[in-house]
């Protein structure tokens, strides 16, 4: 309880800005846009910047951008993730490594959130894309990538069934991140997240749809526990 | 028009048995067995053993074929499949083939329901049972089986994704039964099904959860077809 | 094993392109272009075009068609059907015949996705348009047509009634596609799809919502098998 | 306002018993048995015998009859329908009728609380069942029993494409009854009610599912209107 | 079967324009303009005025009407109701009536669709708007006008109480329409859907959310039958 | 954060059994029994029985009670409302009150579990039972009766309009229990749910279906501010 | 029934304008704008303004307000809450105080709903914005302003676990407002609508997803009654 | 591709028993008895049986246990969990730490699953139960055991918030196990589904709702890369 009172947050008045986290673990400080006006994430970004650590903005639009580029020089878009990175000290490599594969090109965008993510939270991340269960010898003829990384991030809409094939073929943690890529009778990811949900395989963990952010934090959670212990923990 | 109107049926009240198919086509008269009283299935049966035709009635309690074994010699009872079968006249085999695959050992009884009404609608039926994606070597180190047969149906429940891999394997028409095995977020088979409909692989078409009997009805049209163009259509 | 080892594929970073289906069954390539950027698109056509092959995109706006028009001479736009084709080959026509049926005049655009789709893959296509059940009669004068071909595809919205009773009418597969035609408790399709999965008629085979393309493919896959009986097999 | 003060109704504690509609229009009293104790289904039928009319209990197992058939002479259990009627007064005969279809055998039950609750209530009311779509011709062949009605009744499970078919048939009004008969994707009736609110026959109103009460309901205050015009209103 | 033959429709290609409703009954025509291009509609309307009858065109929007106005002098837009009429022949009036009351004054738009087809089908019909339960005086204050009509609709969104109450206070015929007026948990009209289907007063009938020309369409064919019987029948 | 760490529970391994509002509030313990196994249950009210509190166990089946009775004297098992009661402190009787009204017969077991804790959290609590709005009248005729209680409790199943009515009809707060009471597609107390949610009538809150037991525990929490203020706060 | 029939409204046609309530209590008038076209809205508000009483609109665009300003000096824009506020009479505020409590900052618009709402009820309300429960330190540290509210709204999106843990710490009533804040399986607050109604902290009411307008009416309610009390009723 | 193929399997007909992880890894052989004939599971298990491994059999019912008790003497019944066990080999206990939390006491089953599983599969496991967040002090007053853990697994239903609050508190790996506890419009576990998915705290990957092996195991695939690590991988 002790612990918990001391625990430093900013009242910014709309927001209640937390830093304990990037001060203890050298992690960025986060930030989700959606649904947040450009004013607020404004003030919310220079609240953290007095800080100087990272900063992780997620599921910013260009316009997001624009409205921060001014503050920092530091600043840098990632178009695709749709993320806004602001870099105010080095981030370290993880010696274990974290591996993003997607069933298809369209899944990209939400493969890309996910990398980026865990990447500036400080681990090495691999790509492999466009290996989804219509064409299984995509997938086995890269199995030797899937069996050097630690953990696997499975990012796929549709049937969503490159988790179970994935989880059936390795003894690693897997990470499910069903997409809305579909149509139809896929509900906007439903199917997708039912799928990986029953998946016959064991050993997968799923998150929301779409949710590459939540993925890739994640998957370093994971990786962190590996690191410290590489580490002598 | 004309056609249609010479189509006979009998009518016995609370049920107007058709006869057409049959007479036509040498196939078995079919009755649904779920939902009618036990008198209802023996006042239609009888009406069907007029015609000296194969019966298959499909969704057959033990009750049922109990209520039935008395009406003639020549009734069987597929336990596992649930089916009760009147065989009045010889069977045919047909040249090209139907294979039925499950992902596991809890999909049986819909695989079998399904291999079991193909068969008695004439064609020459294949198993290859517990093949799931979580532990994919067991399908592919049977491919060979899956490009000798005409017609797939893949059976599965859980997340479903057998058919997308067989799919992605052959270019041969698949028929997809999912199946109600699974729990929580499974829905009864509805994640399943969400799957198959959503399949990343192309030549897929679905039928109801654990609709074995459909699958094989649809499967025997296909083959069908086949054969009477082998013989010379 | 041996097998899948073969298989060609293509990876260009964002994509792995897979040439194996139209190397060995002078197949088109395919691309699906729905959430895909018109960058990624034209170089994944690129990669297609080095091989010579028919090439069928679909789910092209305007503005992919656009975007890929410069590439190739032998380009088309199916504005309908919203389909792309490059036809470097010419294609053969099958002598057993697909029928494609509408319900009504607003199921066309996925009609046709289908029936250009199976004429890409060398099939003979027919078309039956507005025979919605609710003018039985528009259905039953053209019963003929109905017995003359050997698969059907039948496309309708609202409640999906046609493809039950197309399915009672004859003994012919039958694929069934719902469309998202019609409002409120339709739920964008999904009434006319839990009709056609709960048909009563016997030998229907659905496929997602709206997918022309899978119902072409699959009726496509049905053909082919009767034809390569055809031809002495 | 004043109209409704003066409606009685007779407070027994647990329950408010409404006699005004019994008084005013020769109707029976009703009561809904699900969900109700024995004691309190016979507390009530208790309050409404003191005013001699008739009474129709629906939803009413074995056990309830067993319950009730001390209070009275006049009592008869319809089985098929759950029924228990108490027959005080004689029951008129409209001239004007209410045809009940079914899709099936299945679906008689349903079909029965609909028919026996129009009789009761004053209408004269034909029966035919068994006519599902996937035999076109078994309803075909029935059309002029369509024709001679002013009021069709239709209960269907599965698709539910019975209630399109009559509707494009006639130009009366059609009451659609969806029934829970089918399973899977069926979702105990939620397939078959989609189906009937979407149909593309116009002219169709829908109950809830296996609410053969309420159709027969709706179908006869229909007819009473019809009545009260043919006699000169 | 020899009257099915002989129905007349008029095959235009996209459409088979069905004539057999106005020839026989002095109906209009009726078009859904919902999903159909403006080039199609107007072929269907030009196929249709060759037989001078009215025509009504529902889920008209302005551009349809502008699409629309140069053919025929006899047209008229009703923008609330979003119906195109073309008046080619003498409506008559009823002398039964429908009434049509809404919960709100956003349910109006639906409310005015199904007057407005009652009307063109030759009704009398009476509006009472606003009248909604969380005021129930203002319903009560009206209850006579319920009383005159022999037919009520009832439009109403949120929680459709209406429909109930209106219900519970006449014996006559009651057609409820759903309207996806509200937000949340209302799911586009599902809540009011739900509510409408298990109202606890007999005699309700429900048509599809937002529905309007089918609770006309419906209310005419019951005062239809009404009007031929006060004629004589 | 001290008044947290100061909040008094007893771990007795399997349970956390919490002690700190009956002993600030003079509350009774609240054990909920579904779930939970007769023996975990005994040794949590044992673990409470020490503190010699009211003990409040609500969906407690026979078998529970059975399982308890001989663990004290001052126990009582309310048969409908499936609630035991241990009875140690005599019970305070509020002076505002709170009302208790259900729609039908059928929803009497969920208003009794709201009435019976309501009263031994120490409230004055009144009955008005089938009062539904399908015979309006029964309700206005109890009018006074709404307007002398300071909060209302709703409870309806089917389509739940009750709270609607009442809400526009009372400035007062109004909790509104939706029931599982109904069929089909009230699909278990989802219709009457998503129609109070989305009551037209301001100041409804809402619990979960067949939640008795919160909203006796909500109108008390409600009823205790205003006891607090009457006896000068 | 005397006191419902004199119940004032004015109908104006599309709307029948309830002023009961104003005159009775002081309260303002209120009006929900969504799915009111401007010109119905500015009817409805010149109704009311002949009453001379405080005039609260909803759910109001820029536009609505554009459309409404010039109509009379007194008014007001809440841009945030998209509440337009027409001032006539001086509003008390009360002893007694509500508390409006969100999750994260994207769900302060639906909290200022409910905060101006319950303001110009004439309630003391208080603000405690972004104390979700994933940093639970910054709502600890704000537990005094949580004991000295008498009643507590509760906005939050995503997974709406404030309501649950804010409920464990006080005995007051807490009302639950879901928003529709998040994405993919959060399927527009569905996700946090049920986790309040399944919360498992007593005394929780819920409201319809993003209604601040209802919890800030329904906490009005609450406090109304213990404003009554505190002046001695 | 050649590990694949050489991958050992024993095909006993129905099943095609896979014996390759445990041969690598040391882990048990795993069945999920649900839905398999007690024969089925049998001849399972006596395939393993040869191979001298370890052996999990999950939802195990007593009866299951009968039928295989003996078979060996090296079984045990885990009963609250529902897990059959046969342990061959020992196991080693790793040096890092799963801590299992529960919401309530209902909860314990499926936690139980978890934990044991993961105990079987060489994990050291740590027990936390019925700290849900309606008693927050529970939770606080164990932080300590939570940032003992390296990998936590909470299990809740009902409004699941455990896993956000647990997951605000700590920077490890959170699984989710949304249980089936609870009612009414729980939907037997989706609310705590949803709400585990749309966790506003990152970091927690969700399995299916009571899958407490799914979440023991992934747990597992955790912790052995944590050992791996210790152990200098």
Known sequence: MDYLRDLPFEDIGYAKVDHHRSLRNGYPEVIYCEGKSIEHIKGIVESMLKKDNNILATRASK????????LTDDIIYY???????IKKKEIKKSKSKILVATGGT?????AEEAAI???VLGNSVERLYDVGVAGI???LSNKHRLLEANVII???GMEGALASVVGGLVDKPVIAVPTSVGYGANFNGLAALLAMLNSCASGVG???IDNGFGAGYLAS?????IELALNNY
């Open 63 to 70: 316009e997001v951008y624009e409205g921060l580029k001014d």
């Open 79 to 85: 178009d695709l993730a749709k993320i806004v990175f």
């Open 106 to 110: 369209s899944d990209i965008p939400v």
């Open 117 to 119: 993510t865990a990447e």
């Open 137 to 139: 010898h995509r997938l």
């Open 154 to 156: 499975t990012v796929a």
């Open 206 to 208: 799923v998150v929301n």
């Open 221 to 225: 959670t994971i990786n962190r526990q």
